[in-house]
């Protein structure tokens, strides 16, 4: 069957509901953002954010989302060479040098709003901001790839340079753009939690996302 099949164009009005999760999904990341320093928890993080999405009336997504055993936090708190699925914990503390990702979703009327950043931790590496300013650069390449008459292809095409084809984007098309970086090897593994990714060698990752719609128009950021 083909994929265009299973792809449910959004109303005005879900589109609109669509922005109410993730501007709730945004304020959480953004307070998480204000905790961020040297010396923090990435559970007093994972509070921080929980707290916001429920203040406001919502869900967190991820919290006991299946998988090996249900999800457990509300973030993602990724830490150097961890890429995705970071567990918080109090054993987890962010250093100065560090690079760490936060990767947050939010239900909201039975939708969801889902978006992620990646922040260095005090003073870092020019390699490791080099890789942030390079992922963060593709998310908004991919973004404003999301028009009228282009293919799902041409988004990944403008961000890894590889062939544009798939899903033809139309008004109402909604997809979440995560692009993921890694220093090394493209090569991951999951650790002995079961959740986190890591880069198979060891080297820093960052990770980038945004939930975008096609309009008639401009790309149109759900998560903001």
């Not at 239900?107 to 870092?124: C, N, P, R, Y």
């Not at 979440?176 to 970086?181: D, F, G, S, T």
Request: glycine share 8%; proline share 5%.
């Amino acid at each position: 069957m083909s994929w265009e099949r299973n792809v449910v164009l959004k109303s005005a009005a879900e589109l609109e509901l669509m922005k109410e999760a993730g501007h709730i999904n945004a304020l959480a990341l953004e307070e998480v953002r204000k905790n961020i320093r040297p010396g923090v928890t990435t559970a007093k993080l994972d509070k921080v954010a929980e707290q916001v999405i429920r203040d406001h009336g919502a869900t967190p997504a991820f919290l006991k989302y299946p998988g090996p055993y249900p999800y457990p936090a509300t973030i993602n708190a990724s830490i150097n060479e961890e890429l995705v699925h970071g567990l918080p914990s109090e054993k987890r503390v962010l250093r100065e040098g560090d690079i760490f990702s936060v990767d947050c979703g939010t239900v909201w009327k039975g939708f969801v709003g889902d978006s992620a950043f990646t922040i260095g931790i005090g003073e870092i590496s020019a390699e490791a901001q080099m890789l942030i300013d390079v992922t963060c650069e593709a998310l908004r390449i991919g973004i404003d790839q999301m028009r009228p008459g282009r293919h799902a292809g041409d988004v990944s095409a403008a961000i890894q340079h590889s062939p544009g084809r798939g899903l033809l984007l139309q008004p109402g098309i909604t997809i979440a753009l995560e692009p993921m970086v890694l220093v090394g090897t493209h090569r991951t593994k999951v650790l002995a939690d079961q959740w986190t990714v890591v880069s198979a060698d060891g080297s820093l990752t960052a990770h980038f996302e945004h939930s975008v719609a096609v309009t008639e128009d401009e790309p149109l950021i759900l998560t903001q």
